[in-house]
């Protein structure tokens, strides 16, 4: 017999899953309280790394359903939403989101809907790459530095470039200027 489940998450403790709660009961699903599981997480949190999430897929059987009321409340991230809705399918777990008007993302028609947002995330990310290229070229262009400044001064850089070509460790070289070894080797690199 199928069981029906809800997972409730809100990202801060001033948050409360309630409103999650009776929007499922409004949906006319009746859920017991005992498959009701509610976090406090970040929906950036991969959801197999969510504790309560990762014990609510240990409970769930073939033929159960999943609530959810938005398709965030799974996570932020497309893809592993997507990840989680197909481990979910290949277990027989159909997801049920009331957003998408209740749509069993595991059927055909949830299917498509999963890879059109997922289509529509990676797009956004290939956006946001082309405007970070672009805005590093200007700036590179406008005689901008970038990058983390140098914890060395112009000075110190040469004298830890001559000393380590004089054979002394890079241990040795960050002890004495009071810096980090990856310090030394970026101003070996910067000549």
């Known amino acids: 017999m199928s069981r029906t489940f809800a997972y409730c998450r809100v990202s801060t403790a001033d948050q409360t899953p309630d409103n999650q709660v ?7 699903f009746t ?7 509610q ?33 965030d409340r799974l996570g932020r991230n497309a893809m592993d939403v997507r990840a989680t809705v197909e481990r979910l399918a290949a ?15 595991t ?10 947002i997922a289509a529509v995330a990676e797009f956004e990310r290939d956006l946001l790459i082309e405007r970070t290229q672009s ?11 970038l990058g983390r400044p140098s ?3 112009p000075a110190q850089q040469e004298e830890v470039r001559a000393k380590r070509a004089a054979g ?8 004495a200027y009071g810096v980090t070894k990856a310090a030394v080797q970026r101003a070996e690199r910067r000549a």
Not at 46 to 68: I, K, S, T, W
Request: aromatic fraction near 2%.
């Open 91 to 105: 277990a027989g777990v159909r997801v049920h989101c009331l957003a998408l008007g209740g749509v069993d993302l």
């Open 168 to 175: 002394m460790s890079l241990g040795a070289l960050a002890k």
């Open 39 to 71: 976090e406090t997480i970040s929906g950036s949190v991969a959801a197999m790394e969510r504790p309560q999430f990762a014990r609510l897929v240990d409970r769930l059987e073939e033929g159960d359903v999943l609530l959810v009321t938005k398709l």
């Open 107 to 116: 059927s055909p028609a949830g299917k498509m809907t999963m890879g059109v």
């Open 31 to 37: 859920v017991a309280a005992t498959r009701i599981v």
């Open 151 to 153: 914890v060395l001064t």
């Open 135 to 145: 805005g590093l070229k200007r700036a590179r262009e406008q005689g901008r530095k």
């Open 22 to 28: 009776r929007e499922i009961e409004a949906a006319g």
